[in-house]
DNA sequence: CGCCCCATGTAAGACGTTACATGATTGA
DNA sequence: TCAATCATGTAACGTCTTACATGGGGCG
């Protein structure tokens, strides 16, 4: 079996969380921050149907309503067995360094998907990666300092700032999950 | 002329410092934290090959060194046009949330390329977009505040946080550039 | 009737990934 | 001589972007 685009996966997601038509997730992605998983149609369908393909999503055509023709589709147990494996992927480096939207798209699912233990899980993978990815970057930093332009040297920074700014955010989401999980429901 | 893909830009930045040859580039891209811009063969190899034939690099082989035959590209006084052309593009909101990438790739090589004054620039249009959007995100956080689990909440606020930071950022490499520019050299 | 929104799609083209191929040089 | 590294490339494949096509329904 082929893998899935990170396209796919949030489409899976987004399945699994409600049955929706192509039309229905276009919107969702054009409305909320989601822009980035691109919005438009040439996109969509075809992902569609290359899940729909791979048994993990199926497509219902709900129709005499009055409306046109619209196909509303929902997870299969396969599908929904794809997006737990995806999201119980261990958290390595690279996910970090390539770009943080994978990772936390992993998470935003997770509770619903699976249950608040997983995004914890999630949480804490994050946050002993968080560490020695730093540290890593600060050692670039040294190292580029005599030679680079004060540009290149901030750009940089604003890298480092940003993994340390994630890294508060994991310590903050953490304690609001064990909260959640020890104590009673808010 | 057709358009120049995200890692032709970096390609052009990276010659505009220096001229190289594919395999430098190859390994400056593995090395750096910039292996976003693949640091594959498959795709530095013809993206070359695509700037020159719009006349934006050019390459001169490089033999009798002993070595096998190498290609060195410098950028032409065109490459260094769009490069320019590129670094000064006004920054939107959509610049901002489709991934910092690419203006931090931009303000990276913004001061070699142009000046100082071209970083400042940059960092000024940066700290003007930043304020809507984070409070455009704040007000979708209180949009899905009641109908989002916590993990898909928290995952926005870890979003919000990440502007804020490079807020904070923007406000800091400003100051550092007006000093650099008002005073004497560092 | 003309226009805009719903809702779905297709076709062409550009780009990146993966995997493989090639050949020359250096060092064990 | 064998392996590793230098240095360049190619071919197949999948996916996204852009732009267009289609047709029903409500509305002025």
Redesign the interface.
Known sequence: MRNISPLGYALLGLLQQNPASGYDLRKIFAS??M??YSDSPGAIYPALRRLEKQGLIRGTIEEGNGLRRRQVFHLTAKGLGELKKWIRLPIGRDDL???L?MV??R??????AIG?FA?LEILKSMETALGPHVQD?EA?LEEIRPVS????R??????I??Y???L??TGY?IS??EN?LKGGRS
């Open positions: 909320t921050s822009k980035t360094a390539s770009g939207k936390m798209l998470f935003a699912f997770s509770e619903r608040p995004s970057l670039k332009p004060t540009s290149g901030l750009a940089l920074e604003c890298g700032r940003s340390e700014s994630l508060q955010w989401a609001i999950y959640q």
